[in-house]
């Protein structure tokens, strides 16, 4: 039995080290595609439901691979967070939206930015500068944040915030609902809005229980009665769209709409 144990343990040891090396590879990766800034910024439209209108675009990075691929940000996001190159690839993706921002209509652009990078040092006097060194207009860009980057400091958080809205960008709150304590937080902190996480508005269809509805019609009241602006997120049918105009919803994003496509200037 002693043998049989020793050897599981080995077989585990080869396995973690096999998951290891396959780590650090991304990750040699990963800086090789910052230093020769192999990425592509695509962008899905959000739409004014009722209307069907652009209001605006999220930017969406996406890994372009040596063999042309492109890599999802699922794939290296996490461990671009952990081996903090994540910044790096953050301030790629902002610098061509901002050549984007200085040169679109008026139409706004959202980007992502991951819990730790929100929370470091300069991270708005940077974004700041960038986008009035590109002529971007600032009241047109938008910056979503999850949940965790305001759990670490919420003093920082508060005043990174405040910043923000001072210089006229807007700041939502991503994927609503998943989180824990999303709702002290949205009295607390100075948000413009909240996206309604994906995994509610797939909830909703005909023949559902009605439970994501539910779901979705409360976060929809509730961000009316904090004046929050609300887009919905990962709408796919007519039914959820239909759905979501009836809850009151004013924004929404999804496959129904248009998927990230490139819109470069
Ligand atoms: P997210 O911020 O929640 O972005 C929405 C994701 O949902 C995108 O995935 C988008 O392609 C996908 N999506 C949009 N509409 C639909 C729909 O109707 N159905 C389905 N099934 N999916 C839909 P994507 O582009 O793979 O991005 C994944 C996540 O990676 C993002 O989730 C965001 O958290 C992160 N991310 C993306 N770009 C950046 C970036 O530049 N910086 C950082 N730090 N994170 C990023
Ligand atoms: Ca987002
Ligand atoms: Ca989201
Ligand atoms: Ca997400």
């Not at 999303?182 to 995994?199: N, T, W």
């Not at 269809?205 to 009605?210: I, L, M, P, V």
């Not at 994501?212 to 929050?228: C, G, K, P, R, Y």
Request: with cysteine; aromatic share 8%.
């Amino acid at each position: 039995a002693k043998a049989l144990g020793r050897g599981k343990f080995m077989v585990f040891d080869e396995e973690m080290r096999a998951e290891s090396m396959r780590l650090l590879d991304l990750e040699a990766d990963l800086r090789r595609a910052i230093n020769n800034e192999s990425f592509e910024v695509v962008y899905q439209p959000v739409v004014a439901i009722d209307r069907a209108t652009v209001v605006g675009h999220e930017a969406l990075v996406r890994w372009i691979a040596p063999d042309g691929r492109r890599i999802l940000p699922d794939r290296f996001i996490g461990m671009g967070e952990d081996s903090g190159l994540i910044q790096a690839v953050d301030w790629l993706v902002y610098k061509k939206v901002a050549a984007r921002l200085a040169n679109a209509g008026d139409t706004y652009v959202s980007i992502n930015v991951s819990p730790q990078h929100f929370q470091s040092g300069d991270f708005v006097e940077r974004l700041i500068a960038m986008m009035n060194d590109a002529g971007a207009d600032l009241n047109r860009l938008r910056i979503e944040i999850t949940e965790s980057a305001l759990m670490e400091d919420d003093g920082l958080a508060m005043e990174v915030l405040m910043k923000l809205r001072r210089s006229g960008i807007k700041t939502l709150l991503d994927d609503f609902g998943t989180g824990y304590s999303a709702l002290s937080y949205l009295r607390r902190f100075p948000l413009y809005g909240i996206k309604v996480d994906r995994s509610f508005v797939s909830g909703m269809s005909a023949d559902g229980d009605g439970s994501s509805e539910a779901l979705v019609n409360a976060i929809v009241a509730m961000s009316h009665a904090l004046d929050l602006e609300c887009v919905a997120e990962g709408v796919e049918t007519e039914y959820q769209a239909q759905r979501l105009v009836a809850a009151g919803c004013g924004y929404a994003q999804g496959f129904l709409y248009g998927r990230p496509g490139s819109l470069d200037p």
